[in-house]
Each structure stands twice: as C-alpha cells, then as structure tokens.
C-alpha cells in the first residue's frame, strides 16, 4: 500500500471471547470479520486491556502499610466482618461524628463485648444467675478477670441477703398488732421525705383518713390494705433509724416486711382480677425487698406488678377510662411512671433487659391539670417525678443501646456512647435551678437524682476506662501472652473516660454531703450501690493517675461504705466483699512488679502526679486502700477542695462538648508506646486527665 494509503485499523492484542472459545484466528477489529461474518457482530466483545499505571514507590509502600495495619485490626477486633463493615449503612451526620476518631475507635464495639471463653462458673446454688454487663456485679467481674487470671467470675446475686422463713405464718389478728397511731404517722412522712418526691406512696389525704378509721374500729382493712400498711412500715422505719441494726441483728422494718409478704402469698389468687392497689403493694414490696438484699425478689416483684398494671391497661392514655374520677386517673398515671422508674433502675443493677418499651406507652405524665384544690392535696407537686422519669427513660436507652446484644445494637459502640451522653446533657440542661446540687445542703430527693445521672455516665463510658486501663498495663493473660500491638487513642476518648472519673469524683462529693448532713441511707441499697459503682471507678483512676485528692474522694466513698456495712447495711456487705477482693488482687500485682514496670514518662515538675512518682518513699498506689482509723479521719480531716468544692457539670469538658455538638475537631492523636503506657497526651485534656505513674 503506498504511503498515501490509509492507515491499517490498530489491532488488539487478544482475540475476542468468540474466536478464543472457538480456537481461530481473530481479525482484531471491533467487530472482528468472523462475528460480523456469522451475523453475531453485536456480540463480539474483548477482554478488557489493563492499563499500566506508573505511581511512586513511596505509594505502595504507604499501601503495604495501611494493608498491614488493617490486617492488624482484623486480628483484634471481635466482630465478623460483615459486622466491621456495618458503618456502610450510617448517614451522613453519623459519619461526620466519628470522623474525629480513628478507624479503630469508629468500628469498635463495647469493650465489654469481648467474646472471650470465661473460665467455668461454680455457683453454690443448683442454677446458675444471670448477671448482664450492665450491671456493677459484672463489671467488678470484668475488673477482677483482668486483676486475676485464676478468678472465677460470678453469676450469683448479693451474697448477703435477708432469708424468710417460709414456713412461718403471720398472726389472724392483724390489727393486735399496729403501732401506736402517731408513731405511724411519724413513720409515713420519714418514708415520704426519703423517696416519695419520686414514688408517691399512697394518697396523702385518703390514706391517712383511712389509718383514722381503722384505728377507730370504723374500718376492717381488707388483707391487700394491710398489707400495703405493713409495706409503708418497713420502709418508714428503714429510713428513720440511722445507728445500725438493733438486739436481733435484724434490719429495722423487717418484721414489718415479713408481715407484708406473709400477706401476699395469702392473697396470690388475685391475678385474674389485678387492681391498683396490687400493682402498689408489689411496687412497695420491690423497694424494700432491695434493701433486705432480695435484689432478684425485687425484680421478680416490680415485674409481676408491670405485668398487671399492662392487664389494667395503666400504660395506655386514660381519656378511654370515663368512669374514672381525676384523683383515681391521677393515681394510675402516677403509680404506672413510678412502677416505670423502679422497673429501670432495677433491670439497669441487674443489667437485665426491660419489661416494656418506650413505643408502647402513651399514658399522660403526672400533673395536677385538671384537679381542685381539694384534689391536688392528695398528690406532692409532680415535677420531681417527671425529672425522675426522663432520667428513667435514658436509663432505658443506655441498657439497649450501650448493652444490648451486639448484633441488635450494630456494634458501633462509640455512635451509641455519642448518643446517650447527648440525651444525659439536654437532660441536664433543663433542670431547674434548685434541682442541682448545692455546695452544702443538697436536698434529699436532689442528691438521688444526681447520684443516679453520675451512675448514667459511668455506666455509659465506663467500658472505655476499662478498655484504657486494660492496655495501659496490660492486663488480662490474652494481653501478656499476645502484647497490644501499638495503637492509636483519640483525645476523644481519653476525654471519655475522664467523664467517668469525673462523675464518680462528683458522687463522692454528694455522698460526703449526704453524711455530713445526716441524709445518708444507712440501710439503702441505692446509696450503696452508687457508692460501690464509684469506688470502683476512682480506683481504676487512682491507679492510673495516683494524685492526693483522686484518693480523697476515694477514701470518702470507702470509708462511708464500711460505715454502712458495720451498721447492718446488707448489701454494702457484699460490696465491701468485692472491694476488698480487688484491692487483694492490686496488692499482689504491685508485690511482682506489674504496676512498676509498666509506666509513662514521669510528669512534669510542678503537676499533681509529680509527687507521687515511682520515686516516692511510699509509693502512690498506697493510697488506694489507705484505711483511716475512723469515719471522721476521712470526713473531718479530709481534703478542703472535696467539702467546699462546687458542682460541676460532669460533660463540661470542651472536648466532650464539641463532640456532642457534632463539630468537626481534628483531634490530636494520642499515642500508646509499645510497652502499653501513654506516650504523648493532648495538650487539651493533659493537666486534666495524664496517665502516668
């Protein structure tokens, strides 16, 4: 072909899918002459050519790494990987919120979710409990595995509780038996200062009216009345005495509740036909049952009461019940929300699942709308019950949410952590003002619900301290026989975990206010379970950051605990059990070594931790379990910064802050160095929160 001839159709290098299969020689073109010959011109295709791309070494040698490290993660994370992958189906404004974390941090499920094999569990009874990671029982287990390779988690309830005497059978004539008039009343309104701004016991004025006429021989209590009666003693003498059990060694107010329960299990044929009164007694029964130990009575009895007040229909709105005067449509509104907030306090201690779900209420919130004047004396001002609930319902959230089964939550446990502490900020936002705690004389009711909000952010970022201290020294045999590669630790997440620390530092202020103030529950189980839930805490922090006023607040909570435990307090018998187990296991880890020889840089002259080195003549972790000669060496001659300090927002941190607030921060990577201590800090957070021994 001459020169101006035309140019030859380039030919490809590989034959089309036809001629390859077939075995003959292709022509190259598009369509190539033997498809276009046998009428398949319109199917001829070509393998795809790959092209050559030419990219810097440096670029696939950052590849090689990122591959690596991924592979790395894998190794570590316990999910599947269709699970890891789960963050494929969040929106935009969820992305955005983790964007500050690494990818480790984003993908990570709750800490506590390990999915290792536990060791075997050898319980004294024929069945063994459930104990939820909820809960402070498994969270002490988690604490204690890590502390002890050889310990044997338990699944059992309070080790220490009170037992009834079923055979017993309480007296006919019950009447013979009440106390003197007056005392009752003393007793009601003892009852009443301590937990009914939040659980309205009874109706003030038709029960009193009541109490007169059967005092008058005008009345015969029905057996549920007594009951009830019986109920309301035990709690009114439980909260009135405050030194210790008396002759019998008995909790006051037991032979009240044994009465009670004798009387429920007379009156069981009462299912079939529930009324409000049952559902109240039960509810009763439940608070005090938490008292005597009976944490899983408790339980069983505000679930039995959830399941008649849905047969009752309490859960629903009660515009569909006409018949009902406003007091009797008050009195079920309020007796549904208070069974409500005992039902999630309850199963948030056991870390049980709940009985019923946000989605199927609509019942009204308790108000006075709608009442006369003569009406409303039968209630207390509504507004403490409604604050209770609200805290309830994120209570709700944290156990689905934070400990649901994995699966059920996605897994992304930092998504949900960002959820919940938003909930607990606009919560703590709308309070009124005399409802935050004062720098002395904090009411009652107000020191409850602080020590409950604390109790909430612990819970919710406790997993993280946990996760923190684990890698810090490196506990647990899976650690030490397979080191924790070198990780990458947002300040966000430190920032987590300084919240924990700082609720339970806040609780101990409260709890010293309680005591100094004489408000202390001797005998009751919430006081002593938000105690217990905080020491763990602070220990774990005393640990980790061993300063003078972290063991303060330390000493403050234990030393309070162990005065509850020597007045008969049965569940801070338990408690102190497990502290002193833990502080065991931390002594003879210090005597091999394995707290000294893990350690971040020393701090810098002038910070807190500074004079508490290693090179301290009494070493700083001696200040964990330091034990004052009495109660007064800690409450009296303590530190002036835990008596007069003010309160704080516990979320205040500005890290936390813009977290919550959704901006985008460009967070400064924390370091773990490969020996597991912390090897550079975020200036934001490092006077605040330094891991350093």
């Given at each position: ?8 159709p ?12 077939q ?21 001829c ?20 790494e ?32 983790t964007?500050?974390?690494?990818k ?79 005392h009752?009343?003393?007793l ?13 016991l009874f ?9 007169d ?12 009345w007594l ?20 002759d ?15 009387l ?34 408790a339980?069983?009895?505000?679930g ?14 009660a ?13 079920r ?36 709308d ?13 507004r ?38 938003k ?7 709308e ?7 004062r720098?002395?004389g ?36 899976k ?27 806040a ?8 005591f ?68 065991a ?6 005597a091999?070594g ?31 379990f ?17 008596i ?47 891991f350093?021994?």
């Amino acid at each position: 072909m001459s020169s101006s001839g035309l140019r030859r159709p380039r030919r490809l290098l590989a034959a089309c899918h036809r001629c390859h299969a077939q075995k003959t020689k292709c022509s190259g073109q598009q369509p190539c002459l033997a498809c276009e010959t046998t009428g398949r011109a319109e199917t001829c295709q070509f393998p795809p050519k790959e092209r050559q791309i030419r990219v810097p070494e440096s670029y696939l040698n950052k590849l090689e790494e990122e591959n690596r490290r991924l592979r790395a993660v894998a190794t570590r994370s316990p999910a599947s990987g269709s699970e890891r992958n789960t963050n494929t189906g969040l929106n935009d404004d969820d992305q955005d919120e983790t964007s500050s974390l690494t990818k480790e941090e984003s993908n990570l499920f709750n800490p506590l979710f390990d999915r290792h094999s536990e060791n075997p569990v050898h319980e004294r009874s024929l069945e063994p409990g459930f104990i939820g990671e909820a809960s402070c029982a498994a969270f002490s287990n988690r604490l204690l595995s890590c502390l002890d390779d050889t310990y044997t988690p338990s699944t059992s309830g309070l080790s220490n509780y009170h037992r009834l005497n079923t055979r017993e059978r309480a007296p006919m004539n019950q009447g013979a038996e009440f106390p003197e008039r007056m005392h009752v009343k003393l007793l009601l309104n003892v009852a009443r200062r301590f937990i009914g701004n939040y659980h309205p016991l009874f109706l003030e004025v038709t029960f009193m009216r009541e109490v007169d006429a059967v005092y008058r021989r005008e009345l015969i209590p029905s057996m549920l009345w007594l009951c009830k009666f019986y109920a309301l003693m035990a709690l009114g003498e439980i909260y009135t005495q405050r030194r210790g059990v008396g002759d019998n060694n008995r909790v006051p107010g037991t032979n009240y509740y044994i009465r009670a329960v004798h009387l429920l299990q007379e009156n069981q044929d009462f299912y079939e036909e529930p009324s409000l009164m049952q559902v109240e007694v039960l509810t009763l029964l439940a608070w005090a049952s938490n008292i005597l130990g009976r944490v899983r009575t408790a339980y069983c009895y505000s679930g039995i009461a959830t399941r008649l007040a849905l047969s009752l229909g309490m859960h629903r709105s009660a515009a569909r019940h006409v018949t009902l005067t406003p007091v009797e449509r008050e009195s079920r509104r309020r007796t549904w929300w208070v069974l409500y907030f005992f039902d999630r306090f309850s199963a948030s201690k056991l870390g049980q699942p709940l009985t019923v779900r946000d989605e199927d209420i609509d019942v009204e919130m308790p108000s006075m709308d709608g009442l006369t004047k003569e009406e409303m004396a039968e209630f207390l001002d509504p507004r403490n019950l409604v604050i209770n609930i609200k805290l309830a319902r994120i209570i709700g959230n944290i156990l689905t949410q934070i400990y649901g089964i994995p699966k059920a939550t996605k897994g992304l446990y930092i998504n949900q952590v960002h959820s919940i502490l938003k909930q607990l900020r606009a919560w703590h936002d709308e309070l009124p003002s005399d409802m935050r705690v004062r720098e002395r004389g904090t009411p009652r009711p107000v020191a409850s619900l602080h020590l409950a909000y604390n109790q909430c952010i612990i819970q919710t970022t406790r997993p993280v301290l946990l996760h923190l201290f684990k890698m810090q020294f490196q506990l647990g045999s899976k650690a030490r026989e397979e080191p924790t590669p070198r990780q990458n630790i947002s300040s966000i997440t430190l920032a987590l975990a300084e919240s924990c620390v700082n609720a339970a530092q806040a609780s101990s202020r409260i709890v010293e206010g309680l005591f100094l103030d004489g408000s202390i529950a001797t005998f009751g189980y919430w006081d002593a379970h938000h105690i217990f839930s905080a020491a763990m805490i602070l220990i774990m922090s005393a640990m980790m950051k061993p300063t003078a006023v972290n063991s303060d607040y330390l000493e403050t909570l234990l030393s309070v605990l162990r005065s509850l435990k020597n007045d008969g307090n049965i569940p801070a018998v338990d408690f102190c059990e497990r502290l002193s187990h833990i502080q065991a296991c931390v002594s003879s880890l210090r005597a091999t070594g394995r707290f000294g020889i893990v350690g971040a840089d020393p701090p810098a002259r002038g910070h807190p931790l500074a004079a508490a080195g290693p090179s301290s003549a009494t070493p700083a972790q001696d200040q964990v379990f330091h034990t004052p000669t009495s109660i007064d060496n800690t409450v009296d001659g303590g530190s002036s910064e835990i008596i007069n300090c003010d309160s704080v927002d516990v979320l205040a941190n500005p890290l936390i802050g813009s977290f919550l607030d959704r901006n985008q921060v460009q967070w400064m990577d924390t370091l773990f160095s490969e020996d597991g201590s912390l090897k550079e800090f975020a200036s934001e957070i490092e006077e605040q929160f330094l891991f350093g021994l």
